[in-house]
């Protein structure tokens, strides 16, 4: 179950995923949701002006799933499926500690050609409950510093495991 509580005092959002946490984001983001797609495990929001977007996702988690090889694959099927036309590389993988965890993080670049956009992601993986969880960020400012990504990167950092 999946639930979102507005707190219009702070002006921000707190997106609620049973059996894997909550997260809390300001507003001006909202849900990026395309007719006909399966948005049990899927949720995505994007902000515009330049274009912020975040999605987390999570499956059962099996052995292998956190290998660079799998990441990278899984999160090309995963914009196949919902960004038709996104193409990324991967530059960088680390493996770092996120809430008292092992995070695995992909960096990387992607473009849509069809809409003339592209931009940098940081997907962060991890095991939590018997889940992969996905947090993924995007944005089309194309600077590792910029303030778009700190953003995203911001609110990456509100993310509450269950």
Known sequence: ??????????KRKVTHIDFIGTVTFPSGYFAHL???LDYTTFIPFIRLKPQRLFFVYWQPYTENS???DYLSDLRTRLIHKYYTGDLMS???YKILEFNSKEAHFLYGFWENSKIRMKGIYELMALK?????VLFDISTTDRGSNSESLQELMNIRSTFKLS
């Open 128 to 132: 939590h409950n018997e889940f992969l």
């Open 34 to 36: 395309l007719r006909g």
């Open 90 to 92: 991967v530059k960088d």
């Open 1 to 10: 179950m999946i639930s979102i509580d507005l707190d219009l005092i702070n």
């Open 66 to 68: 956190l290998t660079l």
